[in-house]
């Protein structure tokens, strides 16, 4: 969703607002020093302009862009108000991880896609030191912080759903440890926004 309550759903090609270029430099400042030695982005404008940015401090790291990071999709509520599919939700009795919109996947399905994409990772990376930065998208984030953090997302109500969902440019660290499991450091860091 974009500071106008617009839903941005996965189709659409937008990009950053001068706000957000500002805290995508921000961001990009704290982690100027940090060693980044693979990076991933979903391929959705906002978010390669994002890891742009960021790497301009990092030259010799290449970003791999992949559509399993793509924002979730929101189907033909993508360009409307979050109002809309917020009132679509309420009327199916479903809940919220089940609703599907219709052209659209739901929260379930998007969460799923992405924690798929981060356990390749995983078992590609888990013998070698390696800080790997992957730009996304605050809804699937949400979804794969809490699967992170030993969360079960299907049990997720909306104050678990607030608690782990990141503020755009929000900083997540987590350490994949010597048998390949997750510990979360850092979920929702903005202290550069400040």
Not at 6 to 31: F, M, W
Not at 161 to 187: F, K, M, R
Request: hydrophobic share 35%.
């Amino acid at each position: 969703m974009n500071v106008a309550g617009i839903l941005q759903g996965s189709a659409l090609k937008n990009d950053l607002t001068p706000l957000g270029r500002e805290q995508a430099t921000k961001v990009a400042n704290k982690l100027a020093n940090e060693r980044i030695d693979l990076a991933f982005s979903s391929p959705i404008d906002r978010a390669k302009q994002t890891a742009g940015i960021i790497l301009k401090h990092h030259p010799e790291t290449k970003v791999k862009f992949t559509d399993q990071l793509i924002e979730w999709d929101a189907g033909r509520y993508a360009g409307h108000p979050a109002g809309e599919l917020h009132k679509a939700w309420q009327e199916s009795g479903l809940p919220f991880g089940e609703f599907q919109p219709e052209g659209g996947e739901s929260w379930y399905q998007a969460g799923e896609r992405v924690v798929n994409f981060i356990e390749g990772i995983i078992s590609r990376c888990k013998d070698n030191d390696s800080t790997i930065l992957i730009v996304g998208h605050g809804v699937i984030f949400t979804y794969l912080f809490m699967w992170a953090d030993k969360f079960n997302p299907r049990n997720s109500n909306k104050e678990k759903y607030d608690y782990y969902h990141p503020a755009h440019t929000a900083v997540g660290i987590i350490e994949i440890g010597p048998t390949g499991q997750l510990i979360s450091l850092s979920l929702n860091d903005t202290s550069h926004l400040e």
